[in-house]
DNA sequence: GTGAAAGCGCTAACAG
DNA sequence: CTGTTAGCGCTTTCAC
């Protein structure tokens, strides 16, 4: 049976346990260096009776060495960034290499401070959503002498790696394939996020091909909070009884834009035909709704995988060469509910 | 300008660029003991310039003290977890407690690698979903010394505390509810998940009253994978045409209770008269839906709240007192697919 | 193969 | 209010 004391167990707990020196128990632990079988077999032994948990703490002070990846996300409940982890994880799974998370809520203040309490526990990597950071935070990254990869978001110069699409080229591709399919008034909605810079470039990139051939968005709509299928719904029935002359509705992300499709199919409206609809993201998610909502994919599990190599590419020794610099290519699902010309 | 070397910085850089004992640097760096503000404004000073960033595993290991908590959960990709998240991080942004989270993919091998995992960082507390865990694990949970707090379920015995629902209850009431409205034919459709022991005993809780009232599940499907909306839709599909005599479908989730709804409103089935349809866990996801599935609230947020609290309460100094083992009631929502009696 | 000594960067405990 | 001393539990390095 085990010790009953409070104090948690230690290798030298081990070392007595077995009758092995401390520094012998530590190899084997470790599986490094050569240690007899005989030897091994009496330390596991005795290891796994006392239920002995090494300290990480005392082991990366001795070693300088922390096998943990900080990870850093505006959010958890943006169906995004889940799958994000999904692709960092199946990486560092075959590493040695532990995510951790930090969730900023979109906030610079917030991000600065997950981030310098991360990286006060000397990550080995920090991957970091999007390429607008504060000052403080951007001079801590520069500072930690670790590799840094920003994701999701490539308009922009990255601090070392980045890994994502252009979001100005979506904005402009979706744009481009609306005008080509011949819809020429358009409404936006989209969520009341001035610090969503994603978000923001597509729009940009979106009202920038409208623009370009004499189209300007016709009506507008900003929400936040809620569910947003629902705001989707409310949304689109205030905006085509405020503009009924709108013939597409494109919509900042695909959940809204689900909302905006289940209500123009109760109302038994045309779609494409009458009225156009698109949304971003690719939410696999909505697969099984009546019609498939035209959508972009943004490649998140893929994201969060090249990320993740980037990372421990740079961390092998020597390191692996590694593309640092990675645009992805996101495409155009047409769905149900764009013209396709 | 911070020096050029590649060598992190320590307390010492501090100390020496500042002119203040490495002990004083510390204390102002942590605002603890009384430093004059001469000397606090200085050593404050010296750290911003070089852009310091205290070595929390050293730290740790000195003062044996470690601010985490580590909460492990099945999944990420189930939107009930991500609330609990957000339950938890509300509480600890109160606090000088950070959460850092595992996921273990329902596999009770992996909960066991990612608990030996964060146990070796020694956190302060334990979150972890489940009350069913594997010998070593609750080995390691009980030899932790530290607050361990078992959530989602409350049907067992946890190791210290626990915060959730019976599941099992909440499949009788479930049961009690469709029946008591007069439906007498009934199918399941749920997860393949032999390890998700909630879903297995809502799915118990339900089946017994069914049978203390003469009622046997006439069909049942299972599905593992894919976007859970068309796997609703699909598998209602598929049922209905096998079994058509059903007046009632009972899914394990919302989000393939709503693919099948959309299906029948789809087929113009008449809603709850013909057929009766309810989920599980009060997703406000799909609060855009033209009908609102009928369901059962997992009351995901205050889970999280109250394990935080927990946590919390047990390690200030001294321990408040709070109750430990806490078991929420779920309420049924009819919504507009279950008729009411 | 195995062990002994030194120290990672910080903080507790005490002294002034 | 400030400084000194002694570790925290482990790994590195070097000796045997």
């Known amino acids: 049976m085990s010790l009953d004391?409070?104090?948690?167990?230690?290798?030298r707990d081990v070392s007595e346990a077995s009758g092995v020196s401390e520094?012998?128990?530590?190899?084997?632990?470790?599986?490094?260096?050569?240690?007899?079988?005989?030897?091994?077999?009496?330390?596991?032994?005795?290891?796994?009776?006392?239920?002995?948990?090494?300290?990480?703490i005392a082991?990366?002070?001795?070693?300088?060495r922390v096998n943990l990846v900080a990870v850093i996300i505006p959010s958890l409940s943006n169906m995004v960034f889940p799958e994000v982890l999904t692709g960092i994880n199946q990486v560092l799974e075959d590493t040695e290499l532990q995510p951790v998370v930090g969730v900023t809520d979109y906030m610079p203040e917030k991000?600065?401070?997950?981030?310098?309490?991360?990286?006060s526990w000397r990550p080995s990597g920090v991957i970091i959503a999007g390429l607008e950071h504060s000052e403080a935070s951007r001079a801590m990254l520069k500072a930690a002498g670790i590799p840094v990869v920003e994701i999701m978001d490539t308009d922009g110069i990255p601090i070392d790696a980045m890994v994502g699409i252009s979001h100005r080229r979506a904005?402009?591709?979706?744009?481009?394939?609306?005008?080509?399919?011949?819809?020429?008034?358009?409404?936006f909605m989209?969520?009341?996020?001035?610090?969503?810079?994603?978000?923001?470039?597509?729009?940009?990139?979106?009202?920038?091909v409208l623009a370009k051939n004499g189209v300007e968005i016709e009506d507008r709509a900003f929400y936040s909070g809620g569910s947003a299928l629902a705001k989707g719904r409310e949304m689109t029935?205030?905006?085509?009884?405020?503009?009924?002359?709108?013939?597409?509705?494109y919509y900042s992300n695909d959940m809204i834009g689900a909302g905006g499709l289940l209500y123009l199919l109760d109302q038994g409206i045309d779609i494409p035909g009458q009225i156009g609809l698109a949304g971003f993201n690719g939410v696999e998610l909505l697969q099984g709704l009546p019609r498939q909502l035209a959508t972009m994919d943004a490649c998140r599990l893929e994201i969060g995988r090249r990320a993740a190599e980037i990372i421990a590419a740079q961390l092998?020794?020597?390191?692996?060469?590694?593309?640092?610099?990675?645009?992805?290519?996101?495409?155009?699902?047409?769905?149900?509910?764009?013209?396709?010309?």
């Open 5 to 11: 004391s409070k104090r948690p167990l230690t290798l």
């Open 23 to 56: 520094m012998t128990v530590s190899r084997v632990l470790r599986n490094r260096g050569d240690v007899s079988d005989t030897t091994r077999t009496k330390v596991l032994a005795a290891a796994k009776a006392l239920g002995y948990v090494p300290n990480k």
């Open 59 to 64: 082991g990366a002070l001795a070693s300088n």
């Open 111 to 119: 991000e600065e401070k997950v981030l310098y309490e991360m990286l």
């Open 171 to 187: 904005g402009r591709e979706m744009a481009s394939a609306i005008l080509k399919a011949g819809y020429r008034h358009i409404g």
């Open 190 to 208: 989209g969520t009341k996020m001035p610090l969503d810079h994603r978000a923001r470039k597509r729009f940009e990139g979106f009202t920038e």
């Open 237 to 249: 029935q205030d905006m085509l009884s405020r503009s009924p002359e709108l013939d597409f509705l």
């Open 316 to 341: 092998s020794d020597p390191p692996d060469p590694v593309e640092t610099k990675v645009v992805l290519a996101p495409t155009i699902a047409y769905g149900d509910t764009l013209k396709r010309r």
